[in-house]
């Protein structure tokens, strides 16, 4: 079963610490719902598990190895990420930016049966099959950030990141997003989710992480994460407000 452990990851910029000393173990079959208010350090602490914080002090373990010591493309075939700012730089077709999720499986100029048969799944678990033939830039922000989760999840790794998956998303892509999530980790995949609707977090997460001031502050089940005082001490928010 895949795992992923942090080790003391800190992060720092200037005179800001932006991440203090976590650390964390993920196991196959989780998915995390990562809250916390504006700041708190969700989409540092994501970019830092896949390795793209070259600030970050600590240690990331990807199935017991050391991410350090994995190439690019080893590491690229175990953890998928999915960005906070999702830009369609490129007028190419849904399809074709969702089969870039393909890249560390041998390129994408000429898909195999396997990878034609990856980006369609990652397709219809978004429902994006309907404009697949359309160029990115034509998409509205909705159709785009399925487009870009699709990519994420056509590289059918055992580990997603995805920082704000159903942001610009309508509440009836918001729960399809949410339950293909759920779907990749009840298969056995670790998903960590930074997510900002916090009833969506304890709806659909098997465990939340609150951080605040870049710790964690709360890593338990939802319903024990998600009680009224800590949503009123964390965000300042009374129960009946979310």
């Known amino acids: 079963m895949i795992s992923l452990e942090a080790e003391n990851l800190t992060v720092k910029r ?20 990562l809250v916390g208010p504006n700041g708190a ?16 002090l600590g240690r990331v373990l990807v199935g017991g190895v050391d991410s350090r010591a994995l190439s690019p493309r080893a590491r690229a075939r175990r953890v998928a990420y999915l960005p906070q700012t999702r830009e ?3 007028a190419i077709t849904a399809e074709a930016a969702v089969a870039l999720g393909r890249f560390a499986y041998g390129g994408v100029s000429r898909l195999g049966d396997e990878d034609s048969a990856a980006v369609d799944r990652a397709l219809a678990a978004t429902q994006a099959l309907a404009f697949r033939a359309r160029a990115m830039p034509t998409l509205s922000g909705g159709e785009q950030a399925r487009a ?3 990519r994420a999840l056509c590289a059918e790794t055992p580990i997603l990141l995805a920082d704000e998956p159903t942001a610009a998303l309508d509440p009836k ?23 900002h609707d916090l009833r969506a977090a304890e709806r659909w997460s098997t465990r939340v992480i609150v951080m605040e001031g870049g710790r964690i502050a709360v890593d338990d089940r939802p319903e024990r994460a998600l009680t009224p005082s800590l949503v009123e001490a964390v965000f300042g928010l009374a129960a009946t407000d979310y």
């Open 173 to 195: 892509h918001q729960r399809a997003i949410l339950r293909a999530l759920r779907a990749k980790a009840d298969g056995g995949a670790i998903v960590i989710a930074a997510l």
């Open 88 to 90: 369609a730089a490129w």
């Open 148 to 150: 870009h989760l699709a």
């Open 14 to 33: 200037k005179d800001a610490t932006l991440l203090k000393a976590v650390s964390l173990r993920a196991a196959g079959g989780e998915f995390i719902g």
């Open 41 to 56: 350090g969700k989409t540092t602490l994501l970019r830092a598990l896949c390795g793209l914080d070259r600030n970050a």
